[in-house]
């Protein structure tokens, strides 16, 4: 099935407790709109290719479009749309003023030079740039695409529009106008919630933890810095894996030794710690599984090997569907994409707010009002997950549902034309 239709079926669940209007929830069923353009790029050998490129807005009520560009060869229409409608949910559960975009090319970045990644950034902007801006729709970086390709894609954008338009991505560089405390949002901002929801909700919802241990699967800008937070307050990272395989201690890895290591191999050793496969990581016996890496790795197929007692998503869209279904039956608490990992998107709010009024927030600054924006959003789903009894992740899309729906109906809906 549709990534995209799976994806929506996660709203589905939502409708009955949101109480919206269904000229809303038609609006909702449809992302505004897909762009894909070819973009041509010359290889270092002199050899030109054609790459598929895409942005998707999927809904812009709130504010203009925002979500970040992937570079990763399964990137297509489809997945884009996907991502673009986690995207609106998320920034709405967190009440920022933006609607959910996402854009992508089908690549593989590791195949590129720095030179081929440089064209190729800026062949993005060159080919989206009239699309894109800072009250349309403000790029930000995923997969495969960080700071320095950011950067490369402001100046680009700034070549083309003139002026020093700093709000028109976020992400970028801190000499370029990016703010501090980018890089590690996501990670604290996850570990901000996860914070939250042991020390005030987990005993109330039933979930006893031993050790507060955390397997952690994808080590790259989002999981690295989660890990970092997660050491500092004392909990235990005793398994960490990649794309290449994974190292396991259960008395807790040492994380320096781990990323010295990753740093020096190109990500493919671990320094000490035993090695485990993916597969083996999903199924540890740990309080908490952090999937921080890519889509449909927890499914019908491995879902009950699944030991933990907390699964918390710091990647977009990690669990399916069925997979799911069958962890909350399991009476796994599990904490939703659009909630655990939006705080990226918090920080590239006050990047894009910073850059609009000039006025510069300290990293402690920013921690601290990241800190603050992802507990009220996890109190309020909390709320919601109470009132409605239902999983954390239907009472946060009812969260933004709501929220969505309250814009479209200011402006009338069907009974209030026919008078
Ligand atoms: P990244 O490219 O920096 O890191 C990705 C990590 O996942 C790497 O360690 C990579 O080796 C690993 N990985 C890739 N394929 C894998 C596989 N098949 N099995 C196991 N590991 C695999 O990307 P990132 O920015 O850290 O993003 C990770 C996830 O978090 C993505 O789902 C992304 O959409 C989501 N996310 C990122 C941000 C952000 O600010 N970067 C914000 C919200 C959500």
């Known amino acids: 099935m549709a990534m995209l239709d799976e994806a929506k079926k996660q709203l589905d669940a939502a409708f009955k407790y949101a109480a919206i209007d269904p000229e809303s929830w038609e609006r909702l069923q449809y992302p505004q709109r897909t762009i894909q353009c070819s973009i041509p790029m010359r290889h270092d050998d002199g050899t030109l290719r054609i790459y598929k490129a895409f942005r998707c807005q999927y809904d812009t009520t709130l504010g203009p479009g925002k979500g970040g560009i992937r570079y990763h060869p399964a990137v297509d229409r489809d997945h ?4 673009a409608f986690w995207m609106t949910f998320k920034c709405a559960a967190m009440k920022i003023p933006f609607g959910g975009a996402k854009g992508g090319i089908c690549v593989d970045a590791k195949t590129l030079s720095h030179r081929e990644m440089e064209r190729l950034s800026k ?15 403000i790029p930000a970086p995923d997969m495969y695409t ?17 002026g020093h338009p700093k709000d028109c991505i976020t992400g970028k560089p801190t000499a370029l106008g990016g703010i ?22 987990i005993e109330k919802c039933g979930v006893t933890l031993r050790d507060r241990s955390i397997a952690l699967q994808g080590f790259g800008k989002v999981g690295t810095w989660f890990a970092d937070m997660a050491r500092q307050k004392g909990y235990k990272v005793v398994a960490i894996s990649n794309e290449y395989g994974g190292a396991y201690n259960k008395k807790g890895l040492d994380l320096d030794d781990v990323i010295k290591a990753q740093a020096m191999t190109g990500g493919r050793e671990w320094g000490s710690g035993s090695l485990i496969t993916n597969e083996e990581l999903l199924g540890l016996d740990v309080d908490i599984l952090v999937p921080a890496a890519i889509e449909n790795v927890i499914t019908s197929l491995n879902v009950n090997n699944i030991k933990a007692k907390v699964v918390f998503e710091l990647a977009n869209g990690p669990t399916t569907n069925e997979a799911d279904a069958v962890l909350n039956e399991k009476g796994v608490f599990v904490v939703p994409d659009i909630l655990a990992n939006a705080g990226g998107v918090v920080v590239s709010y006050f990047e894009w707010v910073q850059n609009r009024n000039g006025v510069q927030k300290t990293l402690e600054e920013v921690n601290e009002d990241l800190n603050r924006v992802m507990a009220t959003a996890t109190h309020k789903a909390m709320e919601r997950y109470f009132e409605h009894g239902v999983p954390l992740r239907t009472a946060t899309y009812a969260l933004a549902l709501r929220r969505i729906a309250g814009a479209n109906e200011c402006l009338g809906n069907k009974g209030y034309f026919r008078g």
Do not use: H, Q
């Not at 080919?127 to 801006?133: K, Q, S, Y």
């Open 180 to 201: 501090e405390g980018r890089n590690s949002s996501t990670g604290y901002g996850g570990f901000f919630v996860l914070e939250t929801l042991l020390n005030d909700y």
């Open 146 to 162: 960080d700071e320095r390709v950011m950067g490369w894609m402001y100046s680009e954008y700034r070549k083309i529009k003139g």
């Open 123 to 137: 062949a993005y902007i060159d080919a989206f740039a009239d699309v894109i801006g800072p009250d349309i729709d």
């Open 80 to 83: 884009c749309e996907a991502l």
